[in-house]
């Protein structure tokens, strides 16, 4: 589809492995968002990618978590050493940069660290 | 303090019923956008309808409205003629600065919870 596309949509991983999320954004999309969403709260901001420009990695919760974007489209969320606090959901977003800069949304990678 | 505050964990609403999504917003930036997001249970994130903070209308996309109070800074989401498959978690979210991605995209609140009852 046309859509921004995600996977894994569930990933069940033991502690201390490292874990690859994949997202690929809308075609044409030049900002890609990543969020993390634990159960029951909010949006949490991570990473910002816009076009070929360094990210805005503000947002990651530590030195665990890095991102990469190749190529100004596909995007991978790398988690290392994964902790169970960083059991969420992960969800991308893509948006042409505009003045609405309506986001669009992947429909997620559920992680699950035991 | 916080940038979107939704004051309504959960509501339960009668099917047909109009239903008034409360979400007040922080900023000192005069340029910003408002969006609210619908998450059904199955955890896509629904774009709803968008409120620029210069436009001179309240928006509206079918059932949905947004009361757009600027000196309150208050943006309530209103949803006429609730439907069952309204039940999900209601997100208000604000960018700020009215071009470009913004640095950090859009802000959320913590949500409502919204069940429709028949």
């Known amino acids: 589809g046309a859509g921004v596309s995600q996977s894994p949509s569930n990933k069940v991983t033991e502690k201390g492995k490292d874990v690859e999320l994949r997202c690929d954004p809308i075609s044409g999309h030049t900002a890609l968002y990543w969020y993390r969403q634990s159960l029951g709260q909010g949006l949490e901001f991570l990473i910002y990618f816009q076009g070929n420009s360094a990210p805005d990695k503000s947002g990651l919760p ?6 990469e974007r190749t190529g100004g489209s596909v995007s991978t969320l790398t988690i290392q050493r994964t902790q169970q606090e ?3 959901v992960y969800l991308c977003a893509s948006s042409f940069t505009g003045a609405t800069g309506e986001l669009f949304f992947g429909e997620g990678s559920r992680l699950t660290v035991l | 303090a916080q940038k979107i505050t939704q004051t309504q964990p959960g509501m339960f609403v009668q099917e047909k019923e109009a239903v ?5 917003y922080d900023t000192s930036d005069p340029s910003y956008g ?3 997001y619908k998450q ?3 955890g896509e994130m ?3 309808i968008y409120q620029g903070s210069y436009d ?3 928006a509206t996309e079918g059932r949905y409205s947004l009361n757009f109070q600027k ?4 943006a309530n989401l209103v949803i006429s003629a609730s439907q069952l498959g309204d039940s999900a978690m209601y997100f208000c979210a604000m960018r700020e600065g009215m071009t470009g991605g913004g640095a950090d995209g859009l802000t959320f609140g913590k949500g409502t919870h919204l069940i429709i009852q028949p």
Do not use: E, G
């Open chain 1, 62 to 67: 530590s030195d665990r978590f890095s991102a």
């Open chain 1, 86 to 88: 960083d059991s969420a």
């Open chain 2, 20 to 24: 008034t999504l409360d979400c007040t």
């Open chain 2, 34 to 36: 408002l969006f609210w």
């Open chain 2, 40 to 42: 059904p249970s199955s």
């Open chain 2, 46 to 48: 629904i774009f709803l």
């Open chain 2, 56 to 58: 001179q209308q309240n």
């Open chain 2, 71 to 74: 000196a309150r800074k208050s």
